[in-house]
């Protein structure tokens, strides 16, 4: 699987199987044949930056993106068309995942907030503060670093 131009920081398996999606430093999402290993279909736009999470929605007609950009992209997984953008972060989103219905979106930012979104609009529910996310300057205290 060659295609990417930076580091693939995400992937997902559709859930049919036959399909895996890629997120990418180079503000593309990439769709796999798993059987072939071919790339086929390139997701681009305007709303990309390096793309940090992809997740299908359950159905797997959906896909969403996020990362650098501070905004939550949904695609059409059959026309390679972005359905709509959504989001109210200032900084990164590090990762995005449908509900088992496939309704609500959590998406989780650098800003140290869990956001659930109404996938049909677009609207936030709700905004879950203070999760604990790991600061870096305690980044020792929980990973300590041992020598060899």
């Known amino acids: 699987m060659q295609g990417h131009t930076h580091a693939v920081w995400s992937a997902v398996f559709h859930p049919n199987g036959q399909t895996l999606a890629t997120g990418s430093g180079d503000k593309t999402v990439k769709f796999w044949d798993i059987s072939t290993g071919k790339c086929w279909r390139t997701l681009q736009g305007n709303q990309f930056e390096a793309v940090v999470s992809v997740t299908f929605s359950p159905n797997g ?3 969403a993106a996020a990362g650098e950009a501070s905004v939550i992209s949904l695609w059409d997984v059959t026309t390679g068309n972005c359905i709509q953008t959504f989001g109210e972060y200032t900084r990164r989103i590090w990762s995005v995942t449908f509900s088992p219905q496939g309704n609500i979106l959590a998406s989780v930012g650098r800003d140290q907030t869990i956001r659930l979104w109404q996938v049909s609009t677009g609207k936030c529910l709700k ?3 203070g999760c604990g996310i790991l600061r870096q300057e305690n980044a ?5 670093v041992t020598q060899t």
Do not use: C, F, V
């Open 140 to 144: 020792r205290k929980y990973y300590p």
């Open 127 to 129: 905004t879950l503060q």
């Open 61 to 63: 007609e959906t896909l």
